[in-house]
């Protein structure tokens, strides 16, 4: 996928780069450009938070009010989703959700890195979640928890077709989980690559055109950024609930 | 693509773990504590108002009710009192009004009485007249001097026919 005018390929900006090599056991664990945006997205979280709760007045002002609004619309999110049996997970998901935010928006940066566009980082995740979920309801529900895969008032014959597509559709969970915040950040990075790449061939007359695509891509992963962060919260949201209230 | 380059998960996978963990911590021991702290800090002063504000309306409504029932005593002492002076005044002016008509009765009974006195008196001097007349009239016109007693007697029993 070389690009004939300036030579960078679109998948240039997905190449992990050791910045200090560390190597444990075996492994190499260096500490890369990955990592350093992963550590980027802690400090603005734990920045904001700071910031945000350093005063705590009762007129709370901008960015107090950005951390309540935060605060509030992921624990109403898990509220509303998995009861207040489900709020005792709620510091997790908070942490999911903030995590993927910054991760998202800031490797929306010129020249930043966006974790969140590997699949080894969203499958890990999703993975937790699915093991963490499945033994939630195991610890919960014991063998009762294989109801979940019983669709509810179905007759017999009909149950025996459905559960096996339950299943299939509950094992399938992980991957759907992490392919769709991977592939959601990888489509848009690579378009946005590829269109930046023919204001450069194009030049300044024509560039023009692709120009503005830019900026309208810009504007449109800015929304998915903010969407995937939100969508995988509330999937962990939704798993959750069915593991503390089977159905 | 570097995404299926299997020589970076173990880093990825690492400072994943590394980063995440921080940053729950961060979330849960934080973040959380102390926003959670100014909601509800928030909420319960809201709700102290509330139920103030509650509690200053039911102590309105009961000092307007207290005000409305002693308006109402004061009404009702009020005319109690016109019932009474309107008594009162009702039996002064009976008692003025039989001593006035009491009054007014005698003297037209008094009045009534002077008149007939005067009617009689009056009747008595025609009497007189009327025989005196009788008399002259008899001399005139028969040249006679009729006895005072039968002249009288005549005179009464005329008046006693016109009557």
């Avoid at chain 2, 980063?19 to 928030?42: C, H, N, S, T």
Wanted: net charge negative; hydrophobic share 55%; aromatic share 10%.
């Amino acid at each position: 996928m070389e690009h004939p005018e300036t030579g960078h390929s679109p998948m240039e900006q997905f190449i992990i780069e050791p910045l200090i090599s560390i190597n444990l056991a075996g492994y190499d664990i260096s500490y890369t450009n990955s990592a350093l945006f992963m550590t980027f997205a802690v400090a603005a979280t734990a920045l904001l938070f700071w910031g945000a709760t350093r005063q705590r007045t009762m007129v709370p002002g901008r960015l107090q009010a950005t951390a309540e609004l935060l605060y509030e619309f992921v624990a109403n999110m898990v509220k509303e989703n998995t009861g207040t049996e489900g709020m005792r997970y709620f510091p997790f998901v908070f942490t999911l959700f903030m995590f993927i935010l910054f991760g998202n928006v800031l490797g929306l940066m010129p020249y930043a890195f966006t974790f969140t566009s590997h699949i080894i980082v969203t499958a890990a995740m999703a993975v937790f979640i699915f093991l963490a979920v499945t033994i939630i309801g195991f610890a919960r529900h014991g063998l009762h928890f294989f109801s979940l895969f019983v669709p509810p008032g179905a007759p017999l014959g009909i149950a025996i077709v459905l559960a096996p597509l339950e299943l299939f559709s509950y094992l399938i969970r992980p991957v759907s989980m992490s392919l769709r915040l991977f592939a959601n950040m990888l489509a848009g990075h690579v378009l946005l690559k590829v269109l930046a790449g023919f204001v450069i061939s194009l030049g300044v007359v024509y560039g023009v055109v692709p120009f503005l695509a830019v900026f309208a891509v810009t504007l449109l992963e800015i929304m998915v950024a903010l969407i995937q962060a939100y969508v995988f919260a509330l999937l962990t949201c939704i798993y959750l609930n069915d593991a503390i209230h089977l159905h | 693509m570097p995404q299926f380059d299997p020589s970076s998960f173990a880093s990825q996978l690492f400072w994943l773990a590394v980063m995440f963990v921080a940053l729950y911590w961060i979330v849960a021991k934080i973040a959380i504590p102390r926003i959670g702290e100014v909601l509800d800090q928030r909420a319960r002063v809201i709700q102290d108002d509330l139920d103030r504000a509650t509690q200053l309306k039911a102590e309105t409504d009961q000092a307007i009710a207290t005000y409305e029932k002693a308006m109402a005593a004061a009404r009702a002492q009020a005319f109690d009192h016109m019932r009474t002076i309107q008594a009162e005044l009702k039996t002064v002016a009976d008692a003025r009004t039989a001593e006035v008509s009491n009054a007014v009765n005698r003297q037209i009974n008094e009045a009534e009485a002077r008149i007939g006195e005067a009617k009689k008196k009056a009747l008595e001097s025609i009497k007189n007249v009327a025989a005196d007349t009788a008399r002259d009239v008899v001399a005139k016109l028969a040249g006679l001097s009729p006895d005072a007693g039968a002249v009288d007697n005549a005179v009464a029993a005329a008046l006693k026919d016109a009557h």
